[in-house]
């Protein structure tokens, strides 16, 4: 397609930013939101104990952090692998592509000094907790080396995503009840222009604008209607599977001497199933294996070092601290 435009991610939400403390707005990172009551104001309370109020408050925390809605239950969590190299300029692709095969990837470049590329290969979706993370950045980074003349591996990460069952992003009303709280999550990997689509749906809802389009995006729009029904069950088929079949397994090793330096694995001690992480000088960690969202058994994700819930995309580190969401709180310690 021609033209195209490559945002810089980091470089555009920067200048988002800007534009919103310019304009006597306050952005606060790194603070943990555990409530949130509705009404005129609205209330959100921090893990911190603070209480802040809010004419309309917007839950736009890439999985919602509240479960009101049942939003867990109409979102599936996918995670995709990302590796890049340096490529020459001259050698680069001068679009952004996708293929159009089974095993999807895309493509793109960003700016990299010493007059080269830097070619980012996405790929390799999976749902959390599936586990084999390792082989699936081999078979990426293969493919990436396979099809460009790249360099040598320079960088490796993941993303994760919300996929909606019907394909629309959820951008409006939390739930039918709702006035003055909105959500916007589902993007499914699009989040660019999504969040674009999102920011200016948003605005205008809570300004009290109602533009022609909004009832496409409208979150409440499953509840009426019968037709996704069926991507609905398949997927609570599959939550169920993992939240009653990984508890008929007995662990995933017999004992916490079976996990060897740099890994991770659910062993049960003193009839509970612990989650096990052992560093590479031979200190183990244990933790409680039950999700605090819904209690599903997270697994090991040893390319990421993390414990990840198959059921919900829930991810915490090896010491029980939340990564992403739904769940809000830690698994709890245990003892070795």
Request: aromatic share 8%; net charge neutral; hydrophobic share 40%.
């Amino acid at each position: 397609m021609v033209p195209q435009a490559q945002f810089h991610p980091r470089k555009y939400l920067l200048a988002l930013a800007d534009d919103i403390t310019a304009q006597g707005g306050l952005i606060y990172e790194r603070v943990r939101v555990t409530g949130l009551s509705e009404g005129s104001p609205c209330k959100v309370t921090t893990e911190g104990g603070v209480t802040i109020t809010a004419e309309d408050v917007i839950v736009a925390t890439h999985f919602p952090v509240f479960d009101r809605a049942l939003h867990f239950a109409r979102l599936s969590p996918r995670r995709e692998l990302v590796v890049a190299a340096p490529i020459a300029v001259g050698r680069a692709p001068k679009h952004m592509c996708v293929t159009d095969d089974m095993g999807k990837r895309s493509v793109r470049t960003a700016p990299l000094d010493g007059g080269r590329r830097l070619l980012v290969v996405t790929g390799e979706s999976f749902t959390p907790g599936a586990g084999d993370s390792h082989q699936r950045f081999l078979r990426l980074d293969r493919w990436m080396h396979d099809h460009f003349p790249v360099g040598e591996t320079a960088y490796r990460w993941a993303a994760q995503d919300n996929d909606v069952s019907d394909g629309v992003p959820l951008v409006g009303l939390f739930h039918p009840g709702a006035r003055h709280v909105y959500v916007a999550t589902g993007f499914g990997g699009w989040g660019m222009s999504g969040g674009a689509m999102a920011g200016q749906l948003l605005a205008a809802l809570v300004t009290g604008a109602q533009p022609e389009w909004a009832g496409l995006y409208d979150p409440r729009r499953l509840w009426s209607t019968l037709r996704e029904a069926p991507a609905l069950l398949k997927q609570q088929v599959e939550v169920v599977r993992h939240f009653v079949g990984d508890r008929a397994k007995t662990t995933h090793v017999d004992s916490v001497a079976e996990i060897a330096p740099g890994s991770g694995a659910v062993v049960r001690i003193e009839g509970r199933h612990c989650a096990v992480y052992r560093e590479e000088d031979g200190t183990a960690h244990a933790v409680s294996a039950r999700c605090t969202h819904l209690g599903c058994l997270v697994s090991f994700n040893e390319a990421e070092t993390a414990w990840e819930c198959p059921c919900h995309g829930s991810r915490f580190g090896i010491d029980g601290k939340v990564l992403h969401g739904p769940a809000l709180r830690p698994l709890s310690p245990r003892k070795v």
